[in-house]
């Protein structure tokens, strides 16, 4: 369970049992809540962020967006037969392109920034996990399958598999403004002549941006990836539910991000798929 604001936001895993979670919010933070439930044995596992305020600011709102235009690239590749980290390299271009919006990064190409690992300074995780029985579920590495990757970014995923009808995982990229990845990327000449580092500046402190969603793969025939996570996602969805608006929905209003809706069957026994 992870519950961060305000700068906290940039620290993968925050808190712990020796450093409580004391930190005030301000109107201007982004919250990021990490946290899941478990089901008749079965666990779930989702990200939210979203402004104190209820209102994204101007950069706040790029950032996020950035987020979700990565798991909508990622939600397109999960079907059968794509390897996890071609879904993880689709996100981190969508990381770029963003950061690109921003002024962040400058003096180069998508791809040129792709082979010196750029997105991997922003976004050091890897790209989600399996998810079942166990939050971190296992199978990731079993003998038979592809081996853990080299690259930066790549050598933190949980998986490298091949995707498989009916395999669940989590689509869950982030954004973040890490002062000692920022600082070592700045110091490498390689990597520095992609980063404007007066606009850089303006990002200390910001936090980060994550979003995370439990994904069922599905062939293409079937309507292609399912998603269980039924959160509000888009800038007009959280600012509206902020804002004390009713969820889910009257309307999905982003289709594309696949969301499987239900409500609490008669009776309170267990969930029945609706349609919006």
């Not at 906290?8 to 005030?24: I, K, M, Q, S």
């Not at 809540?33 to 779930?44: F, I, K, R």
């Amino acid at each position: 369970c992870i519950g961060a604001c305000g700068p906290n936001n940039a620290v993968l895993h925050y808190g712990h049992g020796a450093a409580p979670n004391d930190r005030e919010l301000q109107p201007t933070d982004l919250a990021l809540l990490d946290m899941g439930a478990e089901y008749h044995g079965y666990v779930s596992d989702i990200t939210c962020s979203f402004p104190i305020s209820g209102r994204f600011s101007p950069e706040q709102r790029a950032v996020y967006e950035g987020v979700l235009e990565a798991q909508r690239a990622v939600l397109k590749l999960m079907v059968p037969g794509t390897a996890w980290p071609e879904c993880h390299k689709a996100a981190h271009r969508e990381i770029i392109k963003a950061l690109q919006g921003l002024g962040v990064l400058v003096n180069g190409t998508v791809e040129e920034m792709m082979a010196a690992h750029m997105a991997a300074v922003f976004m050091p995780h890897g790209l989600g996990h399996l998810i079942g029985c166990d939050t971190h579920d296992v199978g990731g590495y079993i003998p038979g399958t592809p081996a853990r990757h080299p690259a930066p970014g790549l050598n933190k995923l949980r998986t490298a598999r091949v995707l498989e009808a009916d395999m669940v995982l989590t689509n869950e990229p982030g954004c973040y403004f890490i002062d000692a990845l920022i600082d070592e990327a700045l110091s490498d000449p390689s990597r520095a002549k992609y980063m404007d580092a007066a606009v850089l500046s303006r990002f200390r402190g910001f936090g980060g941006v994550r979003l995370e969603d439990v994904v069922v793969v599905r062939d293409p025939s079937l309507g292609g990836a399912e998603s269980l996570s039924t959160c509000p996602r888009t800038v007009a969805e959280v600012e509206a539910v902020m804002a004390g608006g009713p969820w889910p929905p009257a309307r999905d209003e982003a289709p594309e991000l696949k969301r499987a809706w239900t409500k609490l069957a008669a009776g309170g026994l267990g969930m029945e798929l609706i349609t919006l």
